[in-house]
């Protein structure tokens, strides 16, 4: 066989045998790995490409030697599941670096971190000033974790006793012109209010729209496929019906999210008197 056919076929192994133990080991990011997972990733990596090129590696050899390096992480976060002294073996365990504003010297020293390294880390967090840390802590993967103090950190509404109102993620409504009806029913909005939404941003119909989006405040955002397309004239009468749609859903949602009983059948029953009424102005609204 000619050896390039032969290094292409080992190169092929060795790949597909580094994927599916990629896959066993874990999602771990690059970011996320503990010095012993480093460890491990380049050894995998050197036999592979050892297997993949040296014809005097047995491709037996070579498969063996992946499988066992890579079952190793798998059995020692399995007993480190279950032993916190295994884990601490393994994986070391974090250490506090700075302590009410003080740096800790002997903690710097068995970490092997300068104080030009701490003092990037802490930048790369926003902190400039030592004495705003209450503690920092570097953790197995080599991250630096810093909580600042009380005085330094963000007031939050929370704090000022403020109520505010729970959001949700942006949630897709259209993708590749084609509406996405669960997503949309789970918003409580309908498609006829959805499609008086993208009207007003120049869209005639959801084929217009690439991608259209719905934050938790009900404003709809639309990115169309034509950039360029103006915005027409709108008939006022079926966006009215529309709207009114939307109010009607609204109180529905409303119902169900309240714990009030009183509330609960207030809301139930102004949907109900509103839906009424836009099916008695229905025909009407339909006109031109």
């Known amino acids: 066989?000619?050896?390039?056919?032969?290094?292409?076929?080992?190169?092929?192994?060795?790949?597909?045998?580094?994927?599916?133990?990629?896959?066993?080991?874990?999602?771990?990011?690059l970011s996320q790995l503990t010095f012993f997972d480093y460890c491990?990733?380049?050894?995998?990596?050197?036999?592979?490409?050892?297997?993949?090129?040296?014809?005097?590696?047995?491709?037996?050899?070579?498969?063996?030697?992946?499988?066992i390096m890579g079952l190793f992480p798998v059995l020692l976060s399995f007993f480190g599941l279950r032993s916190l002294k295994f884990r601490k073996l393994t994986d070391g365990k974090p250490?506090?670096?700075?302590?009410?504003?003080?740096?800790?010297?002997?903690?710097?020293?068995?970490?092997?971190?300068?104080?030009?390294?701490?003092?990037?880390?802490?930048?790369?967090?926003n902190v400039f000033k030592v004495t705003d840390v209450e503690m920092a802590v570097i953790e197995t993967n080599g991250q630096l974790?810093?909580?600042?103090?009380?005085?330094?950190?963000?007031?939050?509404?929370?704090?000022?006793?403020?109520?505010?109102?729970?959001?949700?993620?942006?949630?897709?409504?259209?993708?590749?012109?084609?509406l996405m009806d669960k997503s949309l029913q789970s918003l409580g909005y309908s498609s006829e209010w959805l499609k008086g939404e993208i009207?007003?941003?120049?869209?005639?119909?959801?084929?217009d729209?690439?991608?259209?989006?719905?934050?938790?405040?009900?404003?709809?955002?639309?990115?169309?496929?034509?950039?360029?397309?103006?915005?027409h004239k709108i008939k006022q009468k079926p966006l009215l019906a529309a709207s009114l749609k939307k109010v009607q859903a609204d109180l529905e949602t409303y119902s169900l999210q309240t714990d009030n009983p009183e509330a609960k059948k207030m809301y139930a029953q102004q949907s109900e008197n509103l839906q009424q009424t836009i099916d008695s102005i229905r025909p009407y609204l339909n006109e031109g």
């Open 95 to 125: 250490t506090v670096l700075i302590e009410d504003g003080k740096i800790l010297e002997n903690n710097l020293k068995k970490s092997k971190v300068s104080i030009d390294e701490l003092m990037l880390f802490l930048r790369e967090k």
């Open 199 to 207: 009207q007003k941003q120049g869209a005639t119909d959801y084929e």
């Open 40 to 67: 491990v990733g380049i050894t995998i990596g050197s036999i592979a490409a050892s297997m993949a090129i040296d014809q005097n590696i047995k491709i037996s050899n070579g498969l063996v030697g992946l499988i």
């Open 145 to 178: 974790s810093v909580l600042k103090k009380s005085e330094q950190q963000p007031l939050t509404p929370s704090q000022l006793g403020i109520t505010v109102n729970k959001e949700h993620g942006p949630a897709i409504v259209v993708m590749d012109g084609k």
């Open 1 to 29: 066989m000619p050896e390039f056919l032969l290094t292409i076929i080992r190169s092929v192994l060795a790949f597909l045998l580094l994927m599916v133990m990629a896959r066993i080991m874990g999602k771990k990011q």
């Open 209 to 231: 729209v690439f991608l259209a989006q719905i934050d938790s405040s009900g404003n709809v955002y639309a990115d169309l496929y034509n950039d360029d397309l103006k915005q």
